[in-house]
């Protein structure tokens, strides 16, 4: 595919603007080969108009067709073979076979959503007689409610999953999947993976018949493109993964408009894991080194990272493995030099903090996996401890006791995951921190680990603010689909509905 | 009872500040006997954190429990006979046999949400195996997901509907029913009322061993109350009735708030009704009576009152006999003197837009029945035209083609509902209107009138804004518990979940 750097708007492939920015090879801090043009506001406007004027014949597609459209997508993506395997390894450091495991993701999550809306109850179905209203042959006339899209959606991909949580990732399939038409932010850090997917959704909606306009692609490396899209009034929701700072400030734009619109920011968290006493009896060494892991993977670089833990202050064996283990791991390549940048002085940040133990080495140099340990009391005078540095670290508190452990729980705010490690009877002596962490958390977990969010119908991968600014929902599974819905409901027309 | 003018803390009954209010009659424009105390801060304070407090056993309770609560509640209001259908018609103005009504429909929908809760499925269990963690047997670890109460909910009564959308209303029945404890702030429109139905759900959260705050509620005449129950940090959600700029003005401080919190404000619509050609063939006098009585019930003071209605400019008959009907209707008593105001503004307002036809007799006092007709053209040029005047009026629009009919339905703002009167022949010719009304509406009715929401599972009492803060959500209806949950996943726990 020669790649050209524009917008894909509609059928149309445009760059009216003269600002360009490269993408980044982060392997070796160069620029990739081709510009890439900020979108106008005119480009942008013009996005959003034919995404207006689409959602007028996309709502009304037959779910199979919606179906059939995200199946072509999944096969479109495939088609674009180990082109767009190496385009984003090249753009997120990230390896060949991550990438690959990121398309086997994507293709399926597309695939899975096509099976989802071939069943009709997706919509929700539910009907009641009426009492004061008759239909001509004297029956109670029907109420029959179901799910509607809600319109056109803006998305905003993440710089971590480059293909899972990107141009076709959970928040685009799911818009789709509703019926809602969708304009897509490219991500700047991989504004070429973000080209050849945009352009293959474009062939699948010329394949499958949608409309022209039911998806575009904008780009932009400055924060106007976003904020104009989410302003314009034809927009409807948003869906955002990213950095806290980054979708609260869209929240913030969103519910200003003189028509407020939801926003679905997921903004990360420390996702807190507790190895109970009994966990650690005969395996800390081995739960140390599948921790390690969990921290790790990816270059620490996973919403659901682990980066924070809580264990008793006599886990001294786990705690010394675990240093060991991670001392050990190599240091990675990050996502872009910002995020380098970012982990680099939360890391110093955290060391300088008094009452701490750092067990592992730290050059300052590149993401080098980090492990902090602290006490229970100190990490609830500096709560900055217990804040996400994103990247390969993490912070252990270390508690004298059960109540202290609790006490610790009590005060955390919301996170996407908790985890507990421990055996059956370890759960039935913190029945508390069970009951104290499900008011904490989308998801809990107890035995495993919260990388790895498989998308399947129960998964939730959301939580309570500041994780998200809407704990209601998911990003993640089918149920995410329900974000960009909305309930009507048909009274007295002939044969039920409409 | 003897009426004590106090807030409702828990158990407690007290007054600690000086402000002091009365209800009023507004039959005969005099204050009522009580003297009603404003909540101090501290009051107000405390009223949340013993909800908070509660929560966290409330939200633990078994659904049968819940639902036996709810049951209480219903035979608690009951129990209060006659002197809470004389008290809230006193302080309403609203016949008795009215208020007996809503009495019924109060209890109905308490006992509704009670079944609804004793199915378990009311908690949309979903569950799925994972790939990636197995259990100690080798079997794949579950991931299950369901609904779980979002924490303790502030609730604003309106003055309109004293019970069914008061204290013990919708919105406290589906916060309860979900788990969440309330925080009601009582109406100053009706404060005896809502003394009465408090110490009502207090007796009843009493017999069935309910947590000390799971239900407490404050009186303020002032918006001062509301506005410091909407910004206490425990409080998790905001359910309202009431004026946009009531309304508004909550969902502006909640969203601002540290933590952003739902608001839940159904704010009322001017609920187009259209009648085509076909509705109007030899029964436009009848279609006129039912119509004059749509617009008129209940002082013309309901949330559904029909104020737009759009039809052909050929369908004289109708309008004229509508004019008729409306002038013959006596002038009723509006619930407060500020609604009585606010209606005659509005009125006289609308009346000195140009291009207007007034053909209902207007006196300038009192609720006096009203009906405006303008053209299509003359209706997108003055705007206002179309905004709700709350009360016993409505505006027709009339059009010279299906086209200029279509155009103004393009144009219309969010609404709770919209009505279609015709026959199937003109639903079929009229197929796009109908499919622009879907966009528009939370319930789109035909051959029916939009008063009279029936309190079922399938009922949809919302719709986009400015008609409500949150299109995704029902205020009436058993599917309105949801606005007071979120999803919760518990993955690899023996036995399935927690």
């Not at 081709?34 to 779910?63: G, M, P, Q, S």
């Not at 904008?218 to 980054?246: C, D, M, Y």
């Not at 380098?340 to 300052?364: C, D, F, K, L």
Request: charged share 15%.
């Amino acid at each position: 595919m020669q790649l050209t750097g524009k917008q894909l708007i509609g059928a149309d492939i445009v760059a009216e603007g003269t600002t360009t920015f490269h993408g980044y090879t982060p392997h070796n801090g160069q620029p990739t080969a081709t510009t890439f043009y900020e979108a106008t506001d005119a480009e942008i406007d013009r996005a959003v108009a034919l995404a207006d004027n689409a959602f007028w014949t996309y709502r009304k597609t037959l779910d199979v067709q919606r179906a059939a459209f995200l199946e072509a997508i999944a096969t479109e993506i495939l088609a674009l073979g180990i082109d767009l395997i190496d385009m984003a390894s090249q753009e997120s450091a990230l390896p060949t076979a991550r990438i690959e495991g990121e398309r086997g993701r994507t293709v399926a999550q597309l695939r899975l959503f096509a099976t989802f809306i071939r069943d009709e109850t997706w919509v929700r179905p539910i009907s009641s007689p009426l009492q004061l209203q008759k239909m001509p042959n004297g029956e109670p006339a029907m109420l029959h409610q179901r799910q509607i899209a809600l319109g056109p959606v803006a998305v905003f991909g993440a710089s971590n999953f480059p293909l899972a949580f990107s141009v076709a990732g959970g928040d685009t399939v799911s818009a789709l999947a509703a019926g809602c038409p969708v304009v897509f932010k490219a991500h700047p850090a991989h504004p070429a993976t973000c080209e050849m997917v945009g352009r293959a959704i474009l062939n699948a909606a010329q394949q499958t018949g949608m409309p022209g306009g039911v998806f575009s692609l904008v780009h932009g490396a400055s924060n106007r493109v976003g904020e104009r899209l989410v302003q314009h009034p034809a927009i409807k929701a948003v869906g955002f993964t990213g950095s806290f700072r980054g979708g609260k400030a869209l929240y913030d734009l969103a519910v200003r408009r003189p028509e407020p619109i939801p926003v679905y920011a997921e903004m990360g968290s420390t996702n807190p894991v507790f190895f109970l006493p009994g966990a650690l009896v005969g395996q800390s060494d081995q739960l140390a080194a599948s921790f390690a892991a969990s921290v790790t993977q990816g270059v620490g670089q996973f919403c659901t990272n682990p980066g924070l833990f809580v264990t008793s202050d006599t886990a001294t064996n786990f705690t010394t493995e675990l240093a060991r283990q991670l001392s050990a791991m190599p240091t990675g390549t990050m996502l872009t030099a910002g995020i380098q940048q970012a982990y680099s002085h939360g890391i110093m940040h955290q060391r300088s903090v008094a009452g701490t133990q750092q067990p592992t080495p730290w050059t300052g140099n590149g993401a080098q996996p980090h492990l902090l340990l602290t006490s229970v009391e100190n990490a609830l005078q500096h709560p900055e401890l217990s804040e996400e540095v994103f990247g390969p670290s993490t912070v252990g508190v270390l508690a004298q006791s059960k109540e202290e452990l609790l006490s610790f729980a009590r005060q955390l705010t919301g996170h996407l995951t908790a985890t507990i490690h421990g055996t059956e009877a370890d759960l039935a002596e913190y029945a508390d921190l069970v009951d104290i962490l499900t008011t904490k958390v989308g998801r809990l977990v107890f035995n495993g680990f919260p990388t790895g969010v498989e998308v399947n119908h129960a998964m939730v991968h959301g939580g309570p603010f500041p994780a998200t600014t809407d704990s209601r929902s998911t990003s993640v599974g089918t149920t995410a689909i329900y974000r960009f819905t909305r309930p009507i409901c048909f009274q007295g027309f002939p044969g039920g509905t409409v």
